[in-house]
């Protein structure tokens, strides 16, 4: 008996141990990497429309720039969220950035290539401003020779906007076309705005946001909270139970036990006698 009460003992502790492992591992989800080299703006509105969609995400400051990290469950959804919003948005260079000097002589190509490209990108950019646009994309073609003595081709312009709703096409279209065509040499006039073209898409709906909750040290689906929480005081009884049945084994056959319980049995008739 003495052996078999050693060995109890022995192995409690290990058991109680291994149990708050997993307890913790549990708790502890794996982390991957969402984005990285984000600058400080695009992160902070990819973390707000993450927890809004009941995501947590973190920033971690790098050299190169900061990146987010979610839990590894939920980069597929984040993902699709970001996809749909449009985020991170694309890097757009101004026209200063674009003809920055860097060389000692530009070419005329490399000049013509970097204007439309830095027009392009300053449109975009305008674009971007108008509510509910999620991105836009300006392709530009400026009047261009294409052989002597062949009519000058004129200019056009041809714009993607991707957007989400409420969006009115019917008075944003005029609105986008006037704007690109008072942007572009040769497109002023309504024969000017006859040449850009403009598509619009929706933006795909982002996948339905999850509600949270938070049970103790977990942040679960608030539809399996209840489940947990039963779970969790199915844990405690038992735990409750396994102290009891310790101290019942201890008092019961253990010498000091016995002791105690001769006394209680002594003390307990002695009461009864004296009322």
Known sequence: MATSRARFQDI???????????????GCSQVSNLQTNLQDADANEI???????????KKVTAKEGITLTVHEAD??????????????????ANLGTVF???????????????????LSEELEFTLQQFDHVVSARVHVVLPERIAPGEPIQPSSAAVFVKYTEP?????????????????????????????????????????KGVQWETVGPFMI???????????????????????????????????????????????????????
């Open 75 to 92: 980069v597929p959804r984040a993902t699709d969220i970001m996809r749909a919003a449009g985020l991170p948005k694309r890097s757009l």
């Open 167 to 207: 969006f009115d096409e019917d008075t944003n279209i005029p609105r986008i076309t006037n704007l690109v065509a008072s942007s572009i040499p040769g497109l002023s006039g309504i024969e000017g705005r006859s040449k850009v073209s403009v598509v619009l898409a929706p933006a795909g709906a982002a996948p």
């Open 12 to 26: 409690l502790p290990r058991w109680v141990l291994q149990l708050s492992l997993l307890l913790l591992l549990w």
């Open 221 to 275: 689906q608030s539809e399996s909270a209840s489940g947990l929480m039963w779970t969790l005081g199915l844990l405690i009884l038992m735990s409750l139970a396994g102290c009891a049945g310790v101290l019942w084994f201890a008092l019961t056959r253990t010498d000091f036990g016995k002791a105690m319980a001769v006394r209680m049995a002594q003390k307990i008739p002695t009461k009864a006698a004296a009322t």
């Open 100 to 118: 920055k000097k860097e060389g000692m002589i530009s070419t005329p190509l490399e000049e013509r290539v970097r204007y439309i490209h830095a």
């Open 47 to 57: 973390v707000a429309l993450l927890r809004h969609n009941g995501i947590e995400a």
